[in-house]
């Protein structure tokens, strides 16, 4: 299994209800995931895995994974675990709703790094995707205000991936949570409008 680009995913403990979140870095077939503590994870012959690829989608796998120390100083985590994929059970695609490009600065706030400005790159009913020079992290909840349809909402949205540009900004792909009443109707219609060369 070839994950093409793929920051984040989900580990499942023995009860299918309870997922942890966590960094991981794919390279070709080698997959690496990192741990803050080596109580995070232990070795398994067989666990549930749910890795968020920007290509491919959700990616619902059992894998056989191993606990290491991190030896490699250029990386925060003390701890790694190297991962073998067993089995692929599902692939649910990313792409579910219509994305339109958009080029729109916006003041993003953190829940846990605060204010940092970013620009919007894509967005649909289900997220978006925006650049910032700020580093952000996956799991982290951020807010911004926007205009659709006249009407401005406070949007809130997750990070489920990212990637790291080599100038110094890192990109973000975020799935919306608990849009306010009418916002996804104005988003569908802002999406619909844009795609037609009618947006306002």
């Not at 070709?28 to 995931?33: A, D, P, R, Y």
């Not at 953190?110 to 790159?121: L, M, T």
Request: negative net charge.
């Amino acid at each position: 299994m070839v994950l093409n680009n793929c920051t984040v995913c989900s580990i499942y403990e023995s009860d299918d209800t309870v997922q942890k979140r966590f960094r991981v870095k794919c390279n070709g077939e080698q997959i690496t995931i990192y741990m803050k503590r080596e109580n995070d994870l232990s070795d398994s012959e067989r666990m549930r895995i749910d890795f968020f690829d920007g290509q491919i989608g959700c990616v619902r796998t059992y894998c056989e994974i191993s606990v290491r120390r991190n030896y490699d100083s250029s990386v925060p985590e003390p701890w790694i675990a190297d991962c073998g994929v067993l089995e692929v059970t599902e692939i649910v695609q990313g792409r579910r709703y219509l994305r339109v490009k958009m080029e729109e600065e916006v003041v993003i706030h953190s829940f846990k790094r605060g204010e940092c400005r970013g620009d919007v790159q894509n967005i649909s009913e289900g997220g978006l995707y925006f650049i910032t020079g700020t580093r952000l992290g996956c799991d982290d909840t951020i807010e911004f205000d926007y205009v659709f349809v006249e009407t401005e909402y406070r949007l809130k949205a997750i990070i489920l991936r990212e990637e790291d540009f080599r100038d110094g900004r890192y990109g973000y792909g975020c799935e919306f949570t608990g849009l306010p009443k009418g916002a996804k109707r104005d988003i569908k219609q802002y999406v619909f409008r844009k795609q037609h060369g009618r947006a306002w």
